[in-house]
């Protein structure tokens, strides 16, 4: 029903978040200039070459900053949750899943190689190669894993981001809406727009986008 979920990135609280990443680069100088223009792997060989104090990023990086193959800050990097604000802190979930297509005419082959993919010794290897982060909390208790020297320290966070995170807003439409929250917050980054003009734009801008798709 058209107007029946309503977007609500227009308030205090989305407000103050977006004023705060434009403080972050502007205000206290914390985050390079850069960070207006950077792609996410640009982030990344920033960090990797010593040229930032932090970055947010997803966990699979703690594997790839701690390579001493591609990072020179390798053994020297601290993993902790997001900063907490008055709500406190929380991660996003997100990532591939696992899923049987109901129409597929091996169902029972599916299955079997559903269980082989989310096993523990599979779900180590993910972890150990890629930082592919285990959805399963018992890998965590796994001997091997506790006795290495990076993820020992990381599992134990890992699950805590789980237990806290929040997912992305389930919608088939969500594509479309995370482009126009992109642009808002570029708006603030480039000076086109004030924290509360930007918002307010975004939140008029999803609406449309989602009232146009149940309505459809």
Not at 11 to 16: D, K, L, R
Not at 109 to 131: C, H, M, R
């Amino acid at each position: 029903m058209v107007g029946e979920r309503v977007c609500q990135l227009d308030s205090e609280a989305a407000v103050q978040a977006t004023q705060l990443i434009y403080d972050l680069i502007y205000t206290y100088k914390v985050s390079p200039m850069g960070t207006t223009t950077y792609t996410e792997g640009e982030v990344r060989k920033l960090y990797e070459v010593g040229g930032a104090v932090m970055a947010r990023e997803w966990m699979d990086m703690a594997t790839e900053f701690n390579n001493p193959e591609v990072s020179q800050v390798a053994g020297t990097v601290g993993t902790a949750l997001l900063p907490a604000g008055p709500a406190g802190s929380h991660s996003c979930v997100g990532g591939w899943v696992y899923a049987i297509n109901k129409f597929t005419e091996h169902p029972k082959e599916a299955y079997v190689a559903l269980k082989f993919l989310t096993s523990v010794e599979v779900l180590k290897i993910g972890l150990f190669t890629d930082g592919i982060t285990p959805p399963r909390p018992d890998v965590y208790d796994d001997p091997e894993l506790k006795t290495n020297p990076v993820w020992a320290e990381l599992g134990p966070l890992f699950v805590k981001a789980g237990e806290t995170g929040i997912p992305r807003p389930v919608s088939p439409i969500w594509p479309q809406q995370s482009d126009v929250i992109s642009r808002a917050i570029h708006k603030v980054f480039v000076g086109e727009m004030t924290a509360q003009e930007a918002m307010q734009w975004a939140a008029q801008e999803v609406q449309q986008i989602e009232d146009a798709y149940v309505g459809s």
